[in-house]
T-cell receptor, first 111, second 113 residues
Framework: DAKTTQPTSMDCAEGRAANLPCNHS???????VYWYRQIHSQGPQYIIH???NNETNEMASLIITEDRKSSTLILPHATLRDTAVYYC????????????FGKGTLLTVNP | KAGVTQTPRYLIKTRGQQVTLSCSPI?????VSWYQQTPGQGLQFLFE???????NKGNFPGRFSGRQFSNSRSEMNVSTLELGDSALYLC????????????FGSGTQLSVL
């Protein structure tokens, strides 16, 4: 699976949009970009995933660049409960369901 | 719909003992994966089971083993515990198809003394 690079930490004001970047310059054509987050002492929570097109769900939006070498997770209106470690993961298709977690980005939402 | 259930939530063992952790996946999910999380190494993949067969395996010693039952429930076993095995052990379930997302449980916090 391709390696990802994320900033170690980011801050965001409550109510503002949080934009979390991820670099995955070695991504292959059949690899998906997944985002998970982990609130302290809980299991990771799925947020969103995509292959080529931008995606949106009730939690967030995922913007993938045209060359697929980077992506941005957008939380449109961050709340204090969004404070968590956010993981960007690239996973191949087929029968390999292993997720390789990096260090992730600690997002702190401030009041 | 009930989520992924892991038992026990906390466990304290001593070096040399063995331990068995349990995971009940979401109803209808046939894939169960196990991860170890430590402050130093982060989240690391242990193994994945699908329809009672181990389908993928991470880079852990043979002391770490698992199995899946016909009802998709899974157990993982760690034998001859070492201090370094102290970690949060997370179980995740999914339908097991290509694009599927994982649903994680809250984990079992294992402390080895």
């Amino acid at each position: 699976d391709a390696k990802t690079t994320q900033p170690t930490s980011m801050d965001c004001a409550e109510g503002r949009a949080a934009n979390l970047p991820c670099n995955h310059s070695t991504i292959s054509g059949n690899e998906y970009v997944y985002w998970y987050r982990q609130i302290h002492s809980q299991g990771p929570q799925y947020i969103i995933h995509g292959l080529k097109n931008n995606e949106t769900n009730e939690m967030a939006s995922l913007i993938i660049t045209e060359d697929r070498k980077s992506s941005t997770l957008i939380l449109p209106h961050a709340t204090l409960r969004d404070t968590a470690v956010y993981y960007c993961i690239v996973r191949g298709g087929g029968s390999n369901y292993k997720l390789t977690f990096g260090k992730g980005t600690l997002l702190t939402v401030n009041p | 719909k009930a989520g992924v259930t892991q038992t026990p939530r906390y466990l304290i063992k001593t070096r040399g003992q063995q331990v068995t952790l349990s995971c009940s996946p979401i109803s209808g999910h046939r894939s169960v994966s196990w991860y170890q999380q430590t402050p130093g190494q982060g989240l690391q993949f242990l193994f994945e089971y699908f329809s009672e067969t181990q389908r993928n395996k991470g880079n852990f010693p043979g002391r770490f083993s698992g199995r899946q039952f016909s009802n998709s429930r899974s157990e993982m076993n760690v034998s001859t515990l070492e201090l370094g095995d102290s970690a949060l052990y997370l179980c995740a379930s999914s339908h097991g198809t290509e694009e599927n997302r994982l649903f994680f449980g809250s984990g079992t916090q294992l402390s080895v003394l």
